[in-house]
Nanobody
Framework: EVQLVESGGGLVQAGGSLRLSCAAS????????IGWFRQPPGMEREGVSC????????YYVDSVKGRFTISSDYAKRTVYLQMNSLEPEDTAAYYC???????????????????????????WGQGTQVTVSS
């Protein structure tokens, strides 16, 4: 059974940093892409970043480029999202998700821009809250 557990959220002042963790179990780590998503209250879920555990390819939404960094620790089966220069607009519940990168039946042959779409993921963690005060 695929399990994803997020941690690392909290309250931080604008300009500060947080590192989110997504601990994964129950699947072959190398076969899956991991994505980070966020959902502010009353708004739609948004893709933030994703990483291929097969070749290290990464994608970011424009609003976090240069501020957030995604990385993967294969030994710990954990994906991190380092968030620097946080802004009040980053306040949201943050979720990690996992999906097979290679799925020919869905026309998927590795991580691509699809990795930032929450519609593409079947496996989700419970979320962790990030609040940035101004």
């Amino acid at each position: 059974e695929v399990q994803l557990v997020e941690s690392g959220g909290g309250l931080v002042q604008a300009g500060g940093s947080l590192r989110l963790s997504c601990a994964a179990s129950g699947f072959t780590f190398d076969d899956y892409a991991i994505g980070w998503f966020r959902q502010p209250p009353g708004m739609e879920r948004e893709g933030v970043s994703c990483i291929s555990n097969k070749d290290g390819r990464t994608y970011y939404v424009d609003s976090v480029k240069g501020r957030f960094t995604i990385s993967s620790d294969y030994a710990k089966r954990t994906v991190y999202l380092q968030m620097n220069s946080l802004e009040p607009e980053d306040t949201a519940a943050y979720y990690c998700a996992a999906e097979r990168e290679y799925n020919p039946s869905e026309g998927r042959y590795g991580l691509g821009p699809w990795g930032l779409s929450h519609f593409e993921y079947d496996h989700w963690g419970q979320g962790t809250q990030v609040t940035v005060s101004s």
